[in-house]
């Protein structure tokens, strides 16, 4: 198969040779953390290096004995869908004792560790960072007690640090999303989504508490996800009067024929004077003041269980790796490091810098400063307290603006989950900012038939949750209906379009603009908002609808997998959508676990094939008792499905046997995942944004009037930043036969699938190795947090 350029492979320069890396889980448990510790000891194997477990965290360190194991290939194996952290996580008093760290000190001296990986949240990397500033102390301090001779001191001169963020309640400042965060909005939302059908079946009102001692976030984000109608968090308590406020927005909702109120409430809730909200407080509130009947779910510890998302083992799986890679480039002057997500990219940042920031944001929360807490949980927090409160509170119409614009919002292509949301976003915006908003039911199709009414801001209650497109949406493009597009345009009077779709929206868009010279009804405002299971489409990394289609290949991939556990050893070939583009086989590969995945993008002949069947034969023989084989639908037209599931079956006889799944539209069907239904709810809400601005830009002479290439864009998010891109410039960047940017940041993460497979492979790490610093305020053309 193809590789990377070679210039960039660093297997040369860093080998783990003679070194000893050791892993550990402490604090609370958080899904993914497996996916990180497995990571961890095959990247490590990889280079070289010996590899650790420390069972039961901390504690494990100071007991020593058999809390401290040799890792093996296999020791990781089946353990990626596995929830919480086999190795054990334990809170240990004696670790922050001085005669802890002695005998911690000691027993990693005794087999010659000096690199530790630490997955955790703020209180066990500071543990860790004292624990490297002390080192050499206690290495004098044992040579003096006789424990140790007196050239391991040189020897193991120095400790090296580097962390990762396990916790599930996103409370580390310096990284857009922890370890386990994503999995828990999983856990929430599916329980939410749940309670919605019997709360809508009685016309109840659920108060529901979700986790956040001292962090609001799982509140705020699944408050956004779900649309619920109030929201609770430590970080920005209500203001004196609030009971009141929320009262009346229930008793509005109910009185516009909403037959349910969702209240969610962290457990850390606050009021202006520090005192507890609680439940039960509220829910005693609403049946005295309204008389609703009310229920209270408190889910606790669910949040914590159940098997990782497709987001956290890859993230985890990046994070594992990128770990390894800082310590092998540490000298004793580097200091202690995490490892952080900052938009699309895996940075690395000084450890204290982080904590010591996270520590700073309960501060000010103890200070009563809350806009300053607010500031400092970072932008991706910000943006979504602002996005939460324009989106459920709707200002009377007095207060809105009148702009006398109309805007049209429309769905193109196949269906993606997490449209609705994005419509859902896109018309409360337009509303709050005085337009007139009309959707366009079955796209240009629809649009060419006048199939175009006004849609308020009640139509659009309970979308986020929706799959597929409600609006329906079909794949024609509007080239050979234009003239009719044009005078549905002049008879409403339309003076902008927001397009969610997507490969035919970005051929649509290319086609209007060009059309613009006969029309100057098109000579409008038009913005694209990327949707596809496919995420092909050019200028943007990520696309709505790709993460949920992840889930689904995820989760089948887990239960196809568990369907032989206990038979003779057996391979799965499973066949995935995407077109021309590999991204689904290639992503869902790393987040399943499989041992290969065929994609266009990487061409691959005979030899590939047999050098991966010889490969997995060796590897049935030793140690694994399934394999997975994942294949885009149109990675080669000639190696089809069915011709690899007889060439593995052929040549896997008397070792394995071989199973297929093709798994279809389920990849584009179910409800949309957390991720999909923000991503869709904040992306959306910048593109109406964007038209309100280009509405006033463009307006003179009583009308509306773009041309110019800047006013017909695509919203895309580009490694950190999310970035409007006039559609004419990304041509260039595009393969139209096979309908696939022709770069893709994605190719990177290949080498990463296979590496954690046991293939010898080159690994790019042009992006690695720069420790950056942790930015109080990050510019705004950074804000590529709107993911999560």
């Given amino acids: ?17 003679g070194k000893a890396i050791a892993v550990l889980t402490s604090g609370g448990d958080a899904q993914g953390m497996n996916a990180a510790v497995r990571a961890v000891v095959r990247m490590g194997l990889y280079v070289g290096a010996k590899v650790y477990f420390i069972h039961e965290g901390y504690q494990g360190m100071v007991d020593g004995g058999e809390n401290i194991r040799e890792a093996t290939w296999e020791s990781v194996s089946s353990m990626l869908q596995v929830g919480g952290t086999v190795i054990g996580s334990a809170r240990c008093k004696e670790f922050r004792t001085h005669e802890g760290r002695l005998k911690a000190a000691l027993n990693l001296v005794q087999r010659g560790i000096t690199n530790l990986c630490v997955i955790g949240g703020d209180g066990s990397l500071t543990g860790a960072n004292l624990f490297r500033e002390e080192w050499s102390g206690l290495l004098t301090e044992l040579v003096e007690q006789g424990s140790i001779e007196a050239d391991a001191v040189q020897k193991y001169s120095a400790l090296h640090i580097v962390g990762m963020v396990g916790s599930i309640d996103n409370d580390f400042c310096g990284t857009d999303m922890t370890i386990g965060t994503d999995s828990a909005l999983h856990r929430i939302i599916e329980v939410v989504d749940a309670i919605m059908t019997t709360a809508q079946s009685h016309q109840r009102t659920f108060v529901l508490e979700v986790m956040g001692r001292h962090c609001g976030y799982l509140a705020l984000v699944s408050a956004l996800a779900c649309g619920a109608d109030w929201v609770l968090i430590p970080e920005m308590p209500p203001e004196d009067g609030w009971e009141d406020k929320m009262c009346q927005k229930l008793s509005a909702n109910r009185a516009g024929m909403k037959r349910l109120n969702i209240i969610i409430v962290a457990e850390g809730a606050i009021d202006q004077n520090n005192k507890p909200i609680t439940t039960d407080y509220i829910k005693n509130l609403v049946v005295k003041c309204l008389g609703f009947d009310t229920r209270v779910t408190i889910l606790g510890h669910v949040q914590r269980g159940g098997t990782p998302s497709a987001f956290d083992r890859i993230l985890a799986s990046r ?65 979504n307290l602002k996005t939460y409160k324009l989106l459920a509170h709707r200002k009377p119409e007095s207060e809105l603006p009148i702009s006398n614009f109309n805007v049209a919002v429309l769905n193109v292509g196949a269906p993606a989950a997490g449209m609705n949301a994005a419509v859902r976003s896109a018309v409360r915006v337009g509303i709050s900012e005085g337009h007139k908003m009309f959707a366009v039911n079955d796209g240009f199709e629809g649009f060419c038939k006048g199939q175009i009414k006004e849609i308020k801001w009640a139509d659009v209650g309970g979308w986020t949750g929706q799959g597929g497109s409600l609006l329906g949406t079909k794949r024609t493009l509007p080239a050979k209906h234009v003239d009719k597009i044009a005078d549905q345009m002049r008879k409403h009077n339309i003076n902008a379009l927001l397009v969610i779709g997507g490969f035919e929206a970005f051929l649509s868009l290319l086609e209007l603009l060009t059309a613009r010279g006969k029309y100057d009804e098109l000579c409008v405002p038009m913005v694209m908002v990327p949707a596809t299971v496919s995420n092909n489409v050019p200028g943007s990394d990520l696309s709505i609808g790709a993460d949920t289609a992840l889930n689904a290949i995820t989760t089948t991939c887990d239960r196809i997998k568990q369907s032989a556990s206990g038979t003779k050893r057996r391979v799965f070939i499973i066949e995935t959508m995407g077109g021309y583009c590999g991204y689904l086989a290639s992503v869902g590969g790393l987040a399943a676990g499989a041992d290969a995945a065929y994609i266009y993008e990487e061409p691959f002949d005979i030899r590939d094939l047999q050098a991966n069947v010889e490969h997995l034969t060796e590897k049935m023989k030793t140690s694994i008792q399934r394999g997975l084989v994942l294949r885009n639908e149109n990675s080669n037209e000639n190696y089809t499905t069915d011709f690899i599931y007889q060439l593995y079956t052929e040549e896997g006889k008397g070792v394995f046997d071989c199973r297929k799944n093709v798994l279809g539209h389920m990849q584009q069907g179910g409800a949309p995942s957390p991720f999909d239904r923000n991503f869709g709810t904040k992306i959306s809400a910048k593109a109406m944004q964007w038209i309100s601005k280009k509405l006033v830009e463009t307006f003179r002479q009583g009308r509306v009037f773009a041309n110019t290439e800047d006013s017909c864009c695509l919203l895309g998010m580009r490694r950190r930043a999310l970035v409007f891109q006039p559609v004419v410039q990304l041509k260039d960047e595009t393969d139209f036969v096979h309908r696939i940017p022709k770069e893709q940041w994605w190719l990177k993460l290949r080498p990463l699938m296979k590496i954690l497979a046991k293939y010898k492979t080159s690994y790019d790490v042009s992006d690695s190795g720069q420790l950056e610093h942790v930015m109080r305020n990050r510019p705004k053309e950074l804000d590529a947090s709107v993911a999560m």
């Fill in 1 to 17: 198969m193809a590789q990377p350029d070679s210039k960039k492979i660093f297997f040369e320069n860093l080998s783990g040779a």
């Fill in 319 to 383: 994070m594992g790796v990128e770990a390894v890679l800082a310590l092998l480039e540490t000298t004793a002057n580097t200091p202690a490091c995490v490892v952080s997500l900052c938009g699309n990219q895996s940075v690395r940042l000084p450890l204290m810098e982080c904590v010591q920031m996270t520590q700073e944001v309960q501060k000010a929360m103890d200070e009563k400063r809350f806009e300053e807490a607010v500031k400092l949980r970072g932008r991706s927090f910000e943006n």
